[in-house]
């Protein structure tokens, strides 16, 4: 069959999505209903409300992926779902619902990891982009450094020790009192300060050196926050921000231009909510550049959750012949 057009769901997280995407790369559709402003309310995803989120939303976001993508139930060829990693009580809404879709309409249910997915956004606006390639993931919940050997074919090749990325952009906006998601917050501020203002550290970790460490990093704000209060001294968030902000980018920046050059890979590729940072993708851009790595990022939407990504990510998990059985089920800290 010349077209593969599949129904993705994903729901790990705070975001409720469907999408219509064909052939892995194609997006006909994605709905993205957004929790951001209730769990705005209580500075950060409260799971049990998340649950209740996409339990209420789930069959609307699909009901309007489908008829945004002009297409019924009876042309898909199959249903992906995030099965896991994530919150198991928001992953069991989108796993539930695909297997009942996937029964109902008699079509192949392929459960997909949501690492897999944030990887495979590349794909979508980058047609010309195949394995093998690097990919720098690094979400609210993951820092990961992948090898992406082929289609499918995941080699991790350094993580985070203790916070992710974006978890450290959102707990420094929570003590410089910007709020909730941290990241475009911490992004926005920064341009008003001076990336030079304070110097913070940027650690690294002995034993490997494509593995992240960013608690030492959040605490030395902290810290720097707690000695201008006890001095009675001005706290200049910009200035705050747009240091952080550095710290965190020079690491992952020169964590890529290592890797690719140890694995001689000359194909870079960042993905995950943090990777809609403009200041971050800038300075992948220009070290890249320098050293004559091509690099990719997907556009922004399908940076931070989506569906598309893992209807992208299923398809090529479809063409492998993966197929999921009734007893899939939600895993929490699904390894890739
Ligand atoms: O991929 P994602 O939507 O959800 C997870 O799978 O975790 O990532 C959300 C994370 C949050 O921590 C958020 O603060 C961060 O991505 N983020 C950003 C930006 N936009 C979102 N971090 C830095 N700069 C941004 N512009
Ligand atoms: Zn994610």
Avoid at 56 to 72: G, M, R, S, Y
Avoid at 225 to 242: F, L, P, S, Y
Avoid at 285 to 290: G, I, S, V
Wanted: aromatic residues 8%.
């Amino acid at each position: 069959k010349e077209e593969v057009k599949i129904l993705a769901i994903e729901s790990s997280c705070d975001e409720t999505a469907a999408a219509v995407v064909v052939n892995g790369r194609e997006v006909r559709s994605n709905v993205i209903s957004s929790q951001i402003a209730l769990h705005t309310l209580y500075g950060g995803v409260v799971p049990e409300i998340a649950s209740r989120k996409h339990i209420e939303k789930i069959n609307q976001v699909i009901t309007q992926a489908l008829e945004d993508a002009d297409t019924t139930l009876e042309e898909i060829d199959a249903i992906g779902v995030t099965y896991g990693p994530g919150l198991v009580g928001a992953l069991l809404v989108g796993v539930a619902e695909a297997k009942a879709i996937a029964y109902a309409a008699k079509k192949p249910l392929v459960g997909v990891h949501h690492i897999e997915g944030h990887i495979c956004a590349n794909y979508i606006e980058n047609k010309e982009l195949e394995p093998p390639f690097l990919c720098l993931v690094a979400s609210g919940g993951h820092t990961h450094l992948v090898k992406v050997a082929d289609y499918g074919k995941y080699e991790i090749i350094g993580r985070t020790r203790d916070d992710a990325a974006g978890e450290a952009f959102d707990k420094v906006a929570r003590a410089i009192g910007l709020g909730y998601p941290g990241g475009p917050k911490i992004e926005k501020k920064a341009k008003e300060g001076n990336d030079k203002a304070i110097v913070f550290p940027k650690a690294k970790v002995a034993e490997n050196p494509y593995d992240f460490s960013f608690s030492g990093l959040k605490s030395a704000v902290l810290n720097y926050i707690n000695g201008c209060k006890m001095k009675r001294q001005e706290i200049n968030e910009a200035d705050i921000a747009a240091s952080f902000q550095k710290a965190v980018i020079d690491v992952l920046v020169e964590h890529a231009v290592h890797a690719a050059k140890e694995y001689r890979i000359d194909k870079f590729a960042i993905a995950g909510g943090v990777a809609s940072n403009q200041t971050l993708r800038e300075a992948m851009e220009k070290a890249c550049k320098e050293r004559g790595i091509q690099f990719y990022h997907p556009s922004p939407i399908f940076c931070t959750d989506n569906a598309a990504m893992i209807g992208s990510a299923a398809y090529y998990e479809y063409l492998q012949g993966r197929r999921d059985g009734w007893d899939l089920n939600a895993v929490p800290n699904l390894k890739l």
